[in-house]
């Protein structure tokens, strides 16, 4: 939608709000080319998407081949951090074209975000803005 129709609908659905620049934002070392960035509110798209990663706590989506993502890859990132974190696979249904991590705050903005499967960027937020909880 573009025009004034569109920047109305934007407006209101929040779409059109970000907070780029917050110091509570991330981006890995390659940024994905198209779709959400940090900062963003997570679109509904796929349909559902806000739903599924809209419960208490953090999200992170993961996209592309499913064997870039094994449990045991994504559970020493998020050790310590396993009932914080959700985890949603979404396979070639995302809003980014490519392979990418997005980590959705409890607030619904993306917190972070990065194209490829290195999970070192995710890894180092974490650390600063999620601290493992061991014991």
């Known amino acids: 939608m573009t025009g004034p129709r569109g920047r109305v609908f934007r407006t209101v ?3 059109g709000i970000h907070y780029r620049r917050s110091p509570a934002c991330g981006v890995g070392s390659r940024s994905p080319r198209k779709g959400p960035r940090a900062g ?3 679109p509904d ?3 559902g998407l806000q739903a599924r990663s809209s419960g208490p706590g953090w999200h992170l989506l993961v996209s592309g081949p499913p064997e870039l993502w094994p449990d045991e890859r ?3 990132v998020l050790r310590g951090r396993d009932d914080l974190v959700g985890v949603h696979r979404l396979g070639g249904e995302s809003p980014w074209p490519d392979v990418v991590q997005g980590l959705v705050r ?4 993306l917190g972070f975000v990065a194209r490829g499967a290195d999970l070192e960027g995710l890894r180092a937020y974490l650390e600063r803005w999620l601290p493992a909880q061991h014991g």
């Open 45 to 47: 798209l796929p349909r």
């Open 40 to 42: 963003d509110r997570l």
């Open 106 to 109: 409890s607030d619904g903005c």
């Open 74 to 76: 994504i559970a020493l």
């Open 13 to 15: 659905s929040e779409l």
